[in-house]
């Protein structure tokens, strides 16, 4: 068994690694809630709460946007120049707003880290979540409100449990990826171990999560017609080994892992947007409702787009400054994969046990 | 390992804002009544509770009015009815403390809605399950997940009701951190990560009666 304990004990690295997040993670939330306007403590307690973080900033413009939206719908049942307005401010809170929970920024870049996806993909999956996102809003408000007349109670309880389905649809796209990218650091592990060990592992243990190893030679379809010096067993031998190609990526079978994720992602409306809906259609302005809908929808995927682009170049930074190229370097990206990939699955998790209470649905 | 690092906070910070900034979109105007028995013992809080237009529209959205625009305290009975109920999840966002202590408070009665000028105001009265007679009681009323922003009113936000005359209130308002500071380092490391994240938009009622 003496070979199995190192990539136990990198395992148990992984683990530790793990844990540092969520510390960190604990420990900047406080950093973090201790520097929020609201709550730090001011010389002057007359004056207007100042943003002194990015986060605290971030906030108030979105409370000041999402507040301004009810006035303007008012304006503009008089004053059509006033939906112009109410498209601006839309946008704007869009913008402002992706910042925060409730709109998969942390899924989309942690897949996106996870599935070695690229930015233009990154831009592509955020747009066409953000216009799910927009759509399910406009379904829900229509269907149920407009079409059906139901009470907020109805259309509130619909809200929650497509909040609950999305949960457990991150969490379930989070095992996928974490079952995908431990396998696959798993083999890194034992790539980047001595030689003799890996050839001990590979003969003695059939262990399940084998698939590239010397003895096996199980190949993928669209490995078996390489010549069998290029094949993964080659790599392994070299000591790292590769991701899938790009080719490998842009099949069917990648737009499908996309879709996969839009799904994910844009199953779940913003409150705000049926908020919004809903006070437009009282007002007599639906269609305003649905225009700021849908640029709430845009404002969001411009921030989202550029979380994930930049998800996708930090670590491209990464992997160069780790040297991707040498065995330590090719383990070390498998790692950051499969923490994004865990990321995914604590997420997930800690949304639906209430972990992490993000923009709740309060049917009251 | 410097890259480890970066990427570490990079993620890091991701999961935090998102649990971090999250923003109300329900907004409630409170005034409060701190209700006392004849011997100066607390019997109970009364809230008048207004919400925001767009919310507003948002509760009454699919009921029946006879009068267009226009919902009698009756047509809004079963709003109010749900509203007390669904409440009770979340504590009625208020919590009471006597000299330290936690109090209970029974379920709401003499509840109602009622609208005017397109918004709605829901009052109902939350008795506590034991009257007390603190020298100090502290009635904080908050959304921790600040889903909801509750705002004391600018004007009379709190009364008390039949207090002995030597009994001091004091009302610290959300903007005002003097008692946040105090209250981050009490509780908020104690609990999950962000339990009391809105803990810090707490409206707090000191009452003194010495």
Redesign the interface.
């Known amino acids: 068994m003496k070979p199995h304990r190192p990539p136990l004990g990198r395992g148990l690295l992984a683990c530790a690694a793990a844990l540092l997040v969520i510390g960190v993670t604990d420990a900047a939330l406080h950093d973090l809630l201790a520097q929020n306007p609201f709550g730090a403590p001011k010389l002057a307690p007359a004056a207007e709460p100042e943003a002194s973080s990015l986060v605290g900033w971030l906030l108030a413009k979105q409370s000041e946007f999402y507040r301004q939206m009810s006035s303007t719908i008012r304006a503009a049942k008089s004053d059509g120049s006033a939906v112009w307005t109410l498209l601006f401010i839309s946008f704007a809170y869009g913008i402002f707003h992706a910042a925060g929970p409730g709109h998969g920024k942390a899924v989309i870049a942690s897949y996106l880290v996870a599935n070695r996806e690229t930015a233009r993909r990154g831009i592509a999956l955020s747009f066409a979540s953000a216009l799910m996102q927009s759509l399910v809003a406009i379904l829900i408000v229509g269907i149920s409100a407009w079409i059906l007349n139901a009470t907020a109670r109805t259309m509130c309880k619909a809200e929650g449990a497509i909040e609950i389905a999305s949960y457990g649809l991150i969490a379930l796209f989070g095992l996928r990826l974490v079952w995908a990218k431990g396998l696959t650091f798993v083999r890194a592990l034992q790539a980047a171990q001595p030689m003799p060990a890996v050839a001990g592992v590979a003969h003695h243990h059939h262990d399940h999560s084998h698939h590239h190893d010397a003895q096996d030679h199980h190949h993928d379809q669209a490995h078996a017609h390489r010549h069998p010096g290029h094949d993964h067993v080659h790599d392994e031998h070299r000591g790292h080994s590769h991701g899938p190609t790009p080719s490998e990526l842009a099949g069917p079978g990648g737009w499908r892992r996309g879709i996969a994720a839009i799904l994910t992602v844009g199953i779940r409306p913003c409150s705000g947007a049926i908020l919004v809906l809903v006070f437009a259609l009282a007002q007599g302005l639906v269609w305003a409702g649905i225009a700021a809908t849908f640029l709430m929808g845009l404002g969001t995927a411009i921030t989202v787009a550029a979380i994930a682009v930049l998800a996708v170049s930090a670590k491209g930074v990464a992997g160069r400054l780790s040297g991707a190229g040498d065995g330590g370097g090719a383990l070390f990206m498998r790692g950051i994969e499969f923490g994004a990939a865990a990321l995914v699955l604590l997420f997930g998790a800690g949304l639906l046990f209430g972990y992490i209470a993000a923009e709740r649905t309060t049917c009251f | 390992m410097?890259?480890?690092f970066?990427?570490?906070?990079?993620?890091?910070?991701?999961?935090?804002?998102?649990?971090?900034?999250?923003?109300?979109?329900?907004?409630i105007t409170a005034t409060s009544e701190l209700l006392y028995a004849e011997d100066g013992s607390v019997t109970g809080v009364r809230h008048a509770w207004t919400f925001?237009?767009?919310?507003s529209?948002?509760?009454?959205?699919?009921?029946e009015a006879k009068t267009k625009g226009a919902y009698t305290r009756e047509e809004l009975g079963p709003?109010a009815q749900?509203?007390v109920e669904?409440?009770k999840e979340?504590a009625y966002f208020t919590f009471a403390k006597a000299d330290g202590k936690k109090e209970r408070f029974q379920e709401p009665i003499d509840y109602f809605l009622d609208y005017k000028d397109t918004v709605l105001t829901l009052h109902f009265t939350l008795p506590l399950k034991d009257p007390v007679k603190p020298r100090q009681l502290v009635l904080e009323v908050f959304?921790?997940?600040f889903?909801?922003?509750f705002q004391m009113a600018k004007n009379n936000p709190v009364k008390l009701v039949g207090a002995p005359s030597a009994c001091q209130m004091k009302l610290d308002r959300?903007?005002?951190?003097?008692a946040?500071?105090q209250k981050?380092n009490e509780q908020?490391?104690t609990d999950?990560?962000?339990?009391n994240?809105g803990m810090?938009?707490a409206n707090k009622i000191t009452v003194d009666c010495p």
């Open positions: 410097r890259a480890l970066g990427s570490l906070l990079a993620a890091a910070f991701t999961l935090v804002a998102d649990a971090a900034s999250a923003h109300p979109h329900v907004w925001d237009d767009m919310f529209a948002y509760a009454v959205q699919g009921l709003l749900t509203n669904s409440l979340y959304d921790r997940s889903f909801i922003d959300p903007s005002d951190g003097t946040t500071a981050l908020t490391f999950g990560p962000n339990a994240f810090m938009f």
